[in-house]
């Protein structure tokens, strides 16, 4: 899939994206490594885990918890894409992808 990025005003870039479902297993292990903010039930980054607030006192997520945004982390590279280079592998100069939750546990959080 080729999408558009606008930079300037008039001036847009293409860029070839992929999802990571379909990523080479390097590139796969590559970007688990990378985006370290993503909440799978495989990978609870530091946002989303108990915490000390600014005065000590421990505030404990899993009285409030964050929604999982994915089932697991194959499910968060299925419904992922990546820029990737003419020969499909992952562009290691993109620090970004667009990500579609997929909410497991709350399906009131899905799009429609």
């Known amino acids: ?10 001036e847009y870039h293409e860029h070839v994206t992929r999802l ?13 490594a990378r985006y ?5 039930g495989d990978h609870k980054p530091a946002w989303a885990k108990d915490r000390a607030d600014a005065k000590g006192v421990l505030r404990f997520v899993s009285e409030n918890p964050f929604p999982l945004q ?7 590279l299925a419904n992922t894409r990546f820029r990737v280079k003419d020969d499909g ?3 290691r100069r993109a620090h970004y992808c667009e990500s579609t939750p997929t909410w497991p546990f709350n399906p009131e959080l899905r799009g429609k």
């Open 1 to 10: 899939m080729t999408t558009r990025k606008r930079y300037e005003v008039g």
């Open 20 to 32: 990571g479902s379909e990523l080479h297993p390097d590139d796969k292990v590559r970007v688990k």
């Open 36 to 40: 370290k903010h993503r909440y799978t």
């Open 70 to 76: 994915f089932r697991d982390d194959a499910d968060w």
């Open 89 to 91: 592998r992952l562009d």
